[in-house]
């Protein structure tokens, strides 16, 4: 399985793009559906109602240019 | 006296969020008798790599009107729950405001320190300048006590009345897909429906709804953003998520 947004900066792996394009959010999906470490998190921090997203996971750390990930990504990509 | 409270930096990766704190913090204030407390609003922080955030900085703020005697049970109280629910590695901090002891021009200063929290990286001195020249609360309660910059920074946006969304949700009494403005004007705390562009929702227009409606703070209101959507062939409204409430 291919991530096309997954970018090294700075040394830090980092899902980069807007997610409001829905190339880039459905790649949100396709990692959150297919990662062990997936949780939802705090209802709060949820704007992505009711979906299975990086966006909506607990261990994904908001970045200026998109996110990074606590679990540092599922092991598959 | 009306107060503003917020608080910030208490959680971990995989505590729970600052948002039930607060929460906790107004049960103890309510169920003691010292005051009643409004809804509680998440205010987003600046997301830059230089700021020590957890996973999205942003700060939990709600207002109260207390018993002037009992101000600094509340400041202790919060205190109490903040100490004995922070997780560990957090940096919590709190912010107790009285608008009332403050001019307007000095209100207006912690708005600034707010709006500037949004923008750029500001610093725990600054913060205790800020709070020391209006002489406001202003305390930190483990760990580095980052958390005051966020706590000191939620009520300035607080009290703009524009920014932040409403913790928790809003829920019809019906279960039906579509409804109009009037119901949910009706049957939540909801005070206004319009699209992020500002055009207001006259009561007759039809919204898509799910089983949850989140709101956001505009003009001192909670305010339901909407956009408009296409279902089977009809354009209605639905409420917006996802990037559009991320902003707020």
Known sequence: ?77 | MKIFLCIDDTDNIESKGTGSIASEIAGVIETSGWGNCQSITRHQLLVHPDVPYTSHNSSMCFTAEIKEECLESVIQGAILQLEAESAEGSDPGLCVVMPERLTQLQQHEIVEFGLKAKREVLTKEQAYQLAESLSIHLSEHGGTGQGVIGALAGVGLRLTGNDGRFKGHHKLKSDKLTVTVQEILDETSIEMIRTESGLILDHDQKVRVGDKLKSVFLNQKPVLLVEPANFDGETMWQPSMGGTLKKY
């Open chain 1, 1 to 77: 399985m291919t991530i096309h947004n997954l970018k090294l900066h700075n040394g830090v792996l980092v899902f980069w793009g807007d997610i409001e394009s829905k190339d880039v959010y459905d790649e949100t999906v396709l990692m959150a559906e297919n990662c062990p470490d997936f949780q939802m998190d705090v209802e709060d921090e949820i704007v992505y109602e009711g979906q299975m997203t990086c966006c909506n996971c607990r261990f994904r750390r908001w970045h200026p240019e998109g996110f990074t990930c606590y679990k540092k990504f599922p092991k598959f990509i």
